[in-house]
C-alpha cells in the first residue's frame, strides 16, 4: 500500500498554542500519522505521512477550524513510511530566520505560480522583459543534491544565515526580477518579504516551491532531485524517491 506524505504551511496569526498542541497531536495519534508538525504564533507547518484516508480525514478536521479553512497542500507518495514517529512541537518560528521584523502575517510578497515561472525562464525574462534570475534559499547541502539551472547559492549552511546573505549581495540583483525558491515555499516566502524590505524590487516568490514546480512542469530547467528533511532523502521531477537511498550519502538531519 502507498504511504501519502504531505507538506503544507499558512503563516496565520495563533494563540493558544498549548491547546491546539494537544488537540492536533490526539487528532494525529487517533489516526497513527507520523511525521512532524511545528506551531507558533507566526503559523503553522506540518510534514506528516500515513494511508491516505486518513491522511485526508485529518486535513478535514483541521479545516474545520478557519484559520486553516485553505490550507494548500503538496502530496507525494513513497512505498514506505518516512518518518519515525510523530512530533507536535511549539516554536518561536515555524521557520526560523531569527529577524524578528520579518511578520508574514502582515502581507506575503507577490507569488509566481509554477507555470509563469516556467514560462519566464523559457523566455529568459518576465512579461514586463527584465531578465529572471532564480535564488535558492536553502541551505548548500540541500543545493547540492539539485537545484534550478544556474540559480543563485549563496552557500549558506541554515536559513539564519539568509538576512547577511542578502545584505552582502544585494547590489548584485539590480535591475533583475528575483524568484526565490526553497523546497515547498516557506523558506523563500519569509526570503521574498526580507528582500522586499531591504530594498530589493521585483522579487517574488515561487508559489508551493520546488515540490509544486515538479508536480506543475517535472524536469524543466531543474537539475537533479529535490532534498527533503525525512528517510526518502530526495524526490525526483516525477516526486518518486530516489531509489534505496543511502543513509550516508547525505547530511543527517
Known amino acids: 500500500m502507498k504511504v501519502l506524505n504531505i507538506a ?9 498554542l498549548p491547546e491546539l498542541q494537544v488537540a492536533v497531536s490526539g487528532e494525529l495519534a487517533a489516526r497513527a500519522l507520523k511525521g512532524t508538525v511545528l506551531l507558533a504564533e507566526e503559523g503553522i507547518n506540518l510534514f506528516l505521512a500515513g494511508p491516505s484516508a ?35 512541537k511549539i ?3 515555524i521557520i526560523r530566520m531569527n529577524h524578528p521584523a520579518i511578520q508574514p502575517t502582515a502581507g506575503r510578497a507577490p507569488a509566481v505560480d509554477a507555470a509563469t515561472l516556467k514560462r519566464w525562464l523559457d523566455a529568459g525574462a518576465d512579461d514586463a522583459g527584465r531578465p529572471v534570475v532564480t535564488l ?18 549563496w552557500r549558506i549552511s541554515k536559513f539564519t544565515e539568509f538576512p547577511q546573505a542578502l545584505l552582502d549581495h544585494r ?17 523563500c516566502e519569509k526570503a521574498a518579504i526580507f528582500m522586499r524590505e531591504a530594498g530589493v524590487d521585483n522579487v517574488w516568490q515561487l508559489d508551493g516551491g520546488i515540490l509544486k514546480y515538479f508536480e506543475v512542469n517535472g524536469q524543466a530547467h ?10 526518502r532523502r530526495a524526490l525526483d ?17
Open 91 to 93: 516554536k518561536p518560528e
Open 222 to 231: 531543474f537539475e537533479g532531485e529535490c532534498f527533503v528533511f525525512d528517510e
Open 171 to 187: 547590489t548584485s540583483l539590480a535591475g533583475k526580477t528575483v524568484v526565490s525558491f526553497c523546497t515547498g515555499g516557506i523558506r
Open 237 to 253: 521531477p516525477e516526486l518518486q524517491p530516489r531509489v534505496s537511498p543511502d543513509p550516508a550519502d547525505l547530511p543527517t538531519v
Open 54 to 88: 486518513d491522511i485526508h480525514d485529518f486535513l478535514g478536521w483541521l479545516r474545520l477550524d478557519v484559520r486553516f479553512a485553505d490550507l494548500e497542500v503538496k502530496e507525494s507518495f513513497s512505498h514506505t513510511q518516512p518518518f519515525r514517529k510523530l512530533l507536535v
Open 136 to 153: 535558492d534559499t536553502r541551505n548548500d547541502f540541500e543545493v547540492d543534491v539539485g537545484s534550478f539551472k544556474n540559480a543563485i547559492d
Open 8 to 16: 503544507a504551511y499558512k503563516f496565520i496569526a495563533l494563540g493558544r
